[in-house]
């Protein structure tokens, strides 16, 4: 079984829209004719692709300018999911923080497990009754494989993004046979921009050009796995590395290596790097 043929009421809904992968999610399920409801802070942004989707696609997009670790704004959003049509839902909003947890702002650090985890959760939880009941969608969720090991300096992201990992892949399980997909998409290194030789990150001067991925191969690669149910989309070499050591490496090895990486990316909160988007 296929995901829901797009209707005019049926809408697809993508979180973290404004940008990178959830931006091109949005406009890889437009291609296929799903209407939308994008989810982000930055109404201005989403206003833009909005136009730009509805003028090359004729699909009808909505938007929903939401702050997604925030319970009480969340709220509202998962009641109006409830009620409608939701064919698809893609969880790909989420932020990262690098450096020793103990030194981190501490209301960022609940700020990124409200978003990573607990509004992952939230959402699914108001779409999934619906489509149950219709025996048909599809949940994509954007974990990493981050979450597949122990990364010291990278602790709440590894942590929440672990959650998402598992919380996919037993919500499949127990979903097998109700006609609703679900899939997770765990990437490593995506690059939503070209980058300028002038102001690079760290993360561009380590990592080669050739090992990146974009976000619209991603995108395309992750809707393609949706609809065939498939259980887990890992694009690129280092994500496929990080998958491997993360399952079968030990951790005594694994997490020295990964945390002195991890550690140079400094311990500021990043809310989305604009280069380096680790979903």
Request: some cysteine; charged content about 20%; overall charge positive.
């Amino acid at each position: 079984m296929s995901l829901p043929l797009p209707t005019t009421e049926s809408r697809a809904v993508v979180t973290g829209a404004s940008s990178g992968i959830g931006a091109a999610l949005a406009t890889e399920l437009a291609t296929r004719g799903f209407s939308l409801i994008l989810v982000a802070r930055r109404e201005e942004l989403l206003d833009e692709l909005a136009h730009r989707l509805t003028l090359t696609h004729g699909v009808a997009v909505e938007v929903r300018a939401v702050d997604l670790s925030d319970r009480i704004a969340r709220g509202v959003l998962t009641d109006e999911l409830a009620k409608r049509e939701i064919a698809v839902l893609c969880n790909n909003a989420g932020i990262a923080t690098f450096g020793a947890v103990s030194e981190l702002d501490p209301e960022y650090e609940r700020t990124q497990m409200e978003l990573n985890a607990v509004a992952v959760h939230d959402l699914t939880l108001a779409v999934l009754p619906g489509m149950i009941e219709r025996r048909g969608g599809g949940i994509l969720i954007s974990g990493s494989a981050a979450g597949n090991m122990a990364i010291p300096n990278n602790a709440t992201y590894a942590a929440s993004k672990a959650f998402a990992n598992t919380f996919c892949e037993s919500l499949r399980g127990e979903l097998k046979g109700s006609g609703v997909h679900v899939s997770l998409l765990a990437p490593g290194p995506v690059r939503t921009e070209i980058p300028d030789p002038t102001d690079q990150s760290i993360v561009d001067r380590v990592v080669p050009d050739f090992l990146w991925v974009s976000s619209e191969y991603t995108a395309k690669i992750s809707i393609d796995a949706l609809y065939r149910n498939k259980m887990r989309v890992v694009p690129g070499v280092i994500s496929k590395g990080m998958s491997v050591a993360g399952q079968y490496g030990p951790r005594s090895f694994t997490a020295p290596i990964a945390g002195a990486f991890y550690k140079k990316l400094g311990a500021k909160p990043t809310p989305r790097p604009r280069k380096f988007i680790r979903k």
